[in-house]
């Protein structure tokens, strides 16, 4: 156990505040362990992958948790597919290269998405039309309060746009300590999302392979995304807002380049970006942070220090799509450090 921690070098937006204490854990005996230490100790327990998709406002009491524990196992295998577990403290881009290099495909649309496996499940990772539940047989993890081992079929954990059964009746609850997929042999391909359709034409390329559609995605991330390193930030702050067919019938009558996404409820997911891009958001700072000129819905940690700035930011960019649009804007990574 490490005492009194900085977070900064384990947070994408590069925040400092402090943990009452680090552990980091490479087996499930050890990590048993430290939540017996934090129970002792009456300490709250945060599990942190790469920090990739959280604002820390402020110091915190709790114990974080990081998993290092990396690689896969074959559970099972057909002619058609192979199922792994991989564990939790697994880089997920690494996984996609190594999965599509043995010839196990799928997971090459979310290429280059930052962050653990362990985490994936939690927000149901997804670019590019895909999504993680479709390849998620089952989420192994382990229940913070009891120390007993849980298995959730993918039913269980609820998936959803950005949502699981993690960020609602089992938030904060259980550590996910190794993730179930099933991927399949056969190369199948999911082309449809446009950025990813005009990237693949423009390169000649009419009947892509799975190494096509990863090259493609890789391309298209390195030129619209921030890398954290250099421009700290945490993706998208927003999520994408879904909204009535109605509302989106009107605001496309009034603004005609309005992007949609028709959903298979016939409800519309429209890009944050476009809303706050069409109000000029695009390039603005404030107090040391601000929003990148590149694309409307990172938020970049510029000055290094303020997760209450980052916040500020973010409600008065919602504020002003409220207005404008008349659309509430959820914000996608988590906050911790927030008074109760
Ligand atoms: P962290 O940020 O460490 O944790 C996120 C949340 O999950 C926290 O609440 C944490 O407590 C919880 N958590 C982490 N590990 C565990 C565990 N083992 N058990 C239980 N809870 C856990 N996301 C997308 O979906 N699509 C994208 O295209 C995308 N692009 C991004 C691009 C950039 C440049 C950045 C910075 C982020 C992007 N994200 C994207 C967001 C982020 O990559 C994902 O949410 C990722 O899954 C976070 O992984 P992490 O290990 O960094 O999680
Ligand atoms: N757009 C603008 N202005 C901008 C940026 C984009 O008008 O500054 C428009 C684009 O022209 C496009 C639309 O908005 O028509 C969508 O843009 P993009 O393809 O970049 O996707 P996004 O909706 O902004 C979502 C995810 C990303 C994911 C991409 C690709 C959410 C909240 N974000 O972004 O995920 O990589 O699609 O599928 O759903 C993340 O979650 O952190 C993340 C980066």
Redesign the pocket.
Known sequence: MLPAESLRP???LSLEASAAALALVDTEQELSKALDWSRAQGLAV?????????VIVDDLEALVVR?QGTGFKVLGESDHEVSLRVS??QD?HSLVEKTLGQGLYGLEN?A?????V???P???????GV??DRFVRAVQ?VDIETGEHLVLTRQECAFGY?DSV?KHELR?K????AVDLCLSREPVTAVTYPALQTELDDSGIREPTPRDVYCAVVNV?RRR????AEEP????FFKNPVIEQRQAEALSREFGSMPVFVQQDNRVKVPAAWLIDQIGWKGHRQNGVGVHPGHAL?LVNYAGDSGKALLQLAADISASVSERFDINLEI???V?GLPQ
């Open positions: 384990y947070n994408s945060l599990p942190l992958g790469q920090g990739s998709n959280v998993q939790a403290g997920w979310l280059l998405i930052p962050g653990t362990g985490a994936a939690i927000q149901n990772i997804g670019a590019y999504e993680l993890a950005r993690f904060d259980i550590i996910i300590t991330r995304l921030p890398d954290p930030n945490a993706g998208s990172v996608e990574p988590r911790y």
